[in-house]
């Protein structure tokens, strides 16, 4: 292909409202992303109609200042692509909306993206990592290990039974009082702490499986809290995080490296929200290091919700042939399933 691909990708799946532009699905020319934290914090976690009402006030603006600081137009736009689920249906349909309107009216070629295949792309977008190798993906709302054979190509090995690893990260926080979003602050407070202070329990599940679940180390973290209150005991908040984040990350690390292993490769990657922490990140490395095995993860930007990792992922697709009609709706509890 000799004319570059330029994607504007827009992402307004939970909280963030993002808007990028992506040049032949590596270069990130902008990625601009109006963060709704502060306006959930209040609530503990995202409110979902008040998520929706912000993304419609924040989408034209994002939009303008994404074109804006890479000195395009809408004309300089290959393709529009947005992400069409999983996610809360409001905040979906304000960036669907949008982006049809502007394919539409531009005459481009719209691309409906997967949020969890966005998260594993913005691996591609940070030095020169290539397929195959396995995912960890890790958010707010998705824990899957995960096969890449290559671009766009996907086996699931496994994924939670429950809670996702990020919900178990925020619900724990706001157990001990640390607010939201919790795994931030989890990750800075657990500094502080000795992660060897409780045994919290770790989930396996059966011999060989790769799925995962987290409920049990979190309604451990409350019954811990709960015998402290009831005999009086003061609640170390710092040796509680340091020691659930050891259980949760020593899980993550163990069946990632089984699965890169059992597969025979020397490649793993960490995508999503909880990939940006840095007790996963720092477990991680040591392991590969052990094995023989090349640890790729994109900076924190492009961990959490980003639209520069769907204009990379999009690129995939649309030099596949992939194009979605006017008629693309947001699905809510879009399922990754395997691709060959
Ligand atoms: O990928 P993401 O932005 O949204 C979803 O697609 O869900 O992930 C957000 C999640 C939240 O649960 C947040 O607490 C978690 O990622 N997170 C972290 C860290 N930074 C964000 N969890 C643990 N440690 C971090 N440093
Ligand atoms: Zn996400």
Redesign the pocket.
Known sequence: MNEDVIIMAIES??D?TSVAIVKNGKHVLSNIISSQIDLHKKFGGVVPEIASRKHIENIDPVISEALEEADMTIKDVTAVAVTYGP?LVGALLVGLAEAKAIAFAAKKPLIGVH?IEG?ISANYIEGDFKPPFVCMV?????THLVHVRDYGKYEIMGKTRDD????A??KV?RSIGLGY????K??KISREGNEDAIEFPRSYLENGSYDFSFSGVKSAVLNYINQCKMKEQEINVPDIAASFQKSVVEVIVNKTIKAAKELKLDKIALA???A???K?REEMKKACEKEGITLHYPS?VY???NAAMIGVAAYYEYINGVRHNMDLNAIPNLKLSDRF
């Open positions: 799946s939970c963030e996610g949020h998260h890790v958010s707010g709302g998705h996702a690893a990020g919900e990260f925020d926080a979003p919790g795994g931030p989890i990750d999503g929200g909880v940006a922490n840095s996963l924190p961990c959490t919700d």
